[in-house]
């Protein structure tokens, strides 16, 4: 068993590692938490934008609001991950290993998904768990007619069958986005946002969605000054104010519409969901762990639906076959209706009766008027290859600026995850996310300078302020120079070459955890990434959306336009970084998807308090490399293992051709057009083709 206590100190956070007999209380990792230490009590914050996410109180149940009544600023938080080790490295951890099988009678893929558990004295809902054993062996999946990677093998199994039934990837991508709303309600459904990028074989192009949704018209900075709330007072995290208008059945539909085959009809892509949803599933192990993680949400006394995703009013088990006739009955609706099937009619009032009752201000004119954006995806050439991203709000661009100011460095000869090279990729992060920070946000609200960040000569101008020996912690965001950016994450490719990069999400695990009266699913808090300072970009605004973690990406090469891979990493913050580190994997290290996702990462954690980053190393990082961080003035953690391992996320690649085997900048996938996949073994979904 892997968990630690913490006790409230003045001084600071101090786990100490306590008996598996002590009841903990699980918190799915979100990336980038912060903590603020008062005499009794800490809330957790996503640091930069102020946002409570949970509150605990030692000795006694919490109370979320008397809680919030004693968050302070952002700029009093202080780091959770600094708990996960001393800052010599010495281990807290107690260790018990387990192994589960994958519940799916056609494949038999198992792998480890950790998750960030804290514990403290008294429970709140949540019993201790075993610690799964992050040891498994997978080969990349090789085939040549299609193949789909998701974080569920019961999901991948329905995209596959979708591509088998003349489907094509983006067919395929939203039957397994429907799938996993049904096997995985935790993470990621109808009442989140989405993303996809979608390359087209025929013409090589690559076309991007922005299916998330914006604020309400009434939701202003002002509403909330008056309800209390303001920069120094954030709203909680679960509130209703926190609800944007869910995007992804929109973006759903769009994709379809927009990049299907043609050849398969919305309720024929939603059927094998709507039969699962209806027929049930047995609920995997670490879907069970998560859901009782949030079941408090959907068993709080003013979620009054909430019972419709419990059995007997408890989170189901490991094995429990869990039926969801309402969330059926949903997707039914989208079948026969198409978008007006959520954003009018039943489902909608649903929705607006749910979020009033609790407090919000969202009505029906914000949902019928809520549209997908059909947008130009974004890229950089890097090394010959051109890496495309969603542009802002999504927060891909993060990802690009990185890569840009990692040309100026020679980093293969640096060896892979030695000392110097996750030393100039940390830096080259932390430049790119102190831009990120402060101009990624809703362009039609804002101006976004995308080209200006996104130019080679602005990166050379950043990479200068990297030092090769000492560590920085006063990256500011950039002057720009008038110069010539709990989830899911899935993939698809299809038999003539079009790929799918796809991402849905709740945000916080549930999000809200309301649940609309006879639907099926969660609300989203999405909207707890604004900020409430007036003068930021991403301040809260009506109809406007907010700062996006979730990211997909597609690799092209840059003579040809030839497809080299779709690739993702979910995991809030970690993603851009995610997409950094596996994608050099490949290209600088020769090393297969399946290899690019098993290796070791590391994971940036910006303290606000402390003014500092701090740097999370996993396990397989050695020691002299975690103590060589140090000395270079980073403030890392090492090691991160067990159920910790969730910090640095999971992620899905599927690539065209083994040219990772050898790149080049005039080389393009090898001459057979065979499909090679990896699936996260920090997850328990699986690659399958065929």
């Known amino acids: 068993m892997l968990i630690y206590a913490a006790r409230a100190r003045p001084a600071g956070f101090r786990p100490e590692p306590v008996s598996d007999r002590q009841s903990c209380l699980g918190v799915t990792a979100l990336i980038g938490l912060s903590c603020q230490a008062w005499s009794h009590r800490r809330v957790f914050s996503a640091p930069h934008f ?57 494949h038999g893929c198992w792998a480890g998904r950790q998750v960030f558990c804290l514990t403290k004295h008294k429970f709140i809902g949540l019993e201790t768990m075993s610690e799964l054993k992050f040891c498994s062996r997978r080969s990349p999946v090789v085939c040549t007619s299609g193949c789909v990677a998701s974080n569920q093998p019961l999901a991948t199994n329905i995209g596959l069958d979708i591509l088998k039934s003349g489907g094509n990837a983006v067919d395929a991508a939203v039957a397994v986005a429907a799938a996993l709303n049904v096997t995985e309600p935790c993470s990621t459904g109808i009442g ?93 192990e670490i879907t069970a762990y998560h859901w009782k993680c949030g079941a408090h949400l959907l068993q709080a006394p003013g979620n009054k639906y909430g019972k419709e995703l419990l059995i007997h009013g408890k989170a189901p088990h490991h094995g429990e076959v869990f039926c969801n006739p309402f969330l059926a009955n949903t997707f039914k609706e989208l079948a026969k209706f198409g978008k007006r099937g959520f954003y009018e009619g039943c489902v909608a009032e649903a929705i607006i009766e749910t979020v009033q009752r609790n407090g919000g201000v969202m009505d029906l004119e914000d949902l019928k008027s809520h549209v997908t954006d059909d947008v130009k995806p974004i890229f950089t050439n890097y090394k010959g290859v051109n890496v495309w991203e969603i542009p802002p709000n999504g927060q891909g661009i993060t990802a690009l600026i990185a890569l840009n100011i990692l040309d100026n460095f020679n980093i293969k000869d640096m060896g ?6 996750l030393h100039v990729l940390i830096e080259a992060l932390k430049l790119s996310f102190s831009d990120a920070f402060w101009f990624c946000a809703d362009p039609d609200k804002v101006p976004v300078p995308t080209e200006e960040l996104l130019s080679k000569t602005y990166a050379k101008r950043r990479s200068e302020l990297v030092n090769l020996q000492r560590a920085s912690d006063k990256y500011n965001y950039g002057s720009l120079l008038p110069v010539g950016s709990d989830t899911v994450y899935f993939t698809v490719v299809d038999a ?110 910006y303290s606000t308090e402390e003014g500092k980053w701090h740097v999370l190393l996993e396990d397989g990082i050695s020691e002299a490399i975690a103590e060589d961080l140090r000395a270079r003035g980073h403030c890392s953690q090492w090691p991160i293992t ?46 399958v083709g065929y």
């Open 416 to 421: 892979h995850n030695t000392a110097d090279y």
């Open 496 to 605: 003539q070459g079009n790929a799918c990069s796809f991402i849905n999400s709740n945000y916080m695990g549930f999000g809200t955890g309301l649940v609309p009266r006879g639907c099926g699913f969660t609300l989203q808090n999405r909207g707890a990434n604004f900020s409430l300072s007036p003068n930021h970009p991403n301040c809260l605004a009506p109809r406007k959306r907010p700062y996006h973690t979730i990211i997909p990406a597609l690799a092209t090469a840059a003579d040809t336009g030839d497809l080299l891979c779709s690739f993702g990493v979910m995991g809030g913050f970690m993603q851009p970084q995610g997409h950094v580190q596996v994608l050099l994997n490949m290209l600088k290290f020769g090393m297969n998807p399946q290899q690019a996702l098993d290796a070791a990462r590391f994971c940036l954690d």
């Open 50 to 106: 102020g946002v409570p996410l949970l509150a605990l109180q030692w000795g006694g149940t919490s109370s979320w609001n008397n809680a919030w009544e004693r968050t302070g600023r952002v700029g009093g938080h202080r780091s959770l991950h600094r708990g996960l080790s001393s800052a010599s490295g010495r281990r807290q951890q107690l260790h018990a290993r387990s192994a589960r099988p994958a519940l799916c009678s056609r």
């Open 192 to 284: 989140g946002d989405c993303f996809c990028l979608y390359y087209d074989a025929n013409t090589k192009q690559v076309h991007g969605l922005n299916g998330s949704g914006r604020s309400p018209g009434a939701l202003t900075i002002e509403l909330l000054k008056v309800q209390g709330f303001n920069e120094t007072k954030p709203l909680p995290p679960f509130h209703a104010h926190n609800i944007t208008v869910p995007g992804a059945a929109a973006g759903w539909c769009d994709a379809v519409s927009l990049y299907g085959s043609k050849k398969l009809s919305m309720g024929q892509i939603l059927q094998p969901a709507i039969q699962l949803a209806e027929k049930g599933f047995p609920v995997s």
């Open 642 to 687: 067990g159920h910790n391992r969730s910090l640095f996320g999971r992620g899905q690649i599927i690539t065209q051709g083994d040219w990772w085997k050898s790149w080049d900048s005039s080389s393009s996938k090898s001459s057979h057009n065979v499909l090679w996949a990896g699936s996260d073994p920090r997850g328990d979904g699986c690659a």
